[in-house]
């Protein structure tokens, strides 16, 4: 029986496995399906996101049905302010009011940090 080389740093001995190549073309064709595979997905989420900048802010938020004297109100705000958009009109209202929640909390309460 032959003896195997010792790797230095390892107790057991190295084996060389001959590296094997194939013709099977059924194979390589498989492998060039899911490249192009890959591609038509990535090309489809480029799409979807320019789709989406495109889009006027309008068209981007969720439509919100509101009575007509709050459309009149929101209208009102929208003009006084130079806003561009109801969905801005309606992120600032959103963000003010979490800010009178965060202020109005009483400050002698502990926190739960």
């Given at each position: ?15 060389y ?21 890959q ?21 981007r938020?969720?439509?919100i ?6 459309f ?31 202020i ?6 502990p926190?739960?940090?």
């Amino acid at each position: 029986m032959h003896s195997l080389p010792h790797h230095p740093f390892v107790d057991y001995p190295t084996y060389y496995v001959h590296p094997t190549y194939t013709n099977d073309k059924h194979i390589t064709k498989q492998f060039f399906n899911c490249i192009d595979e890959q591609e038509k997905l990535l090309n489809e989420r480029k799409r979807e996101t320019q789709k989406l900048k495109e889009l006027k802010p309008e068209q981007r938020y969720p439509k919100i049905r509101v009575s007509h004297q709050v459309f009149k109100e929101l209208k009102a705000i929208q003009e006084e302010k130079g806003y561009k958009s109801f969905g801005e009109v309606v992120k600032k209202l959103l963000n003010r009011y979490g800010e009178d929640i965060r202020i109005s909390t009483p400050s002698s309460l502990p926190s739960c940090n």
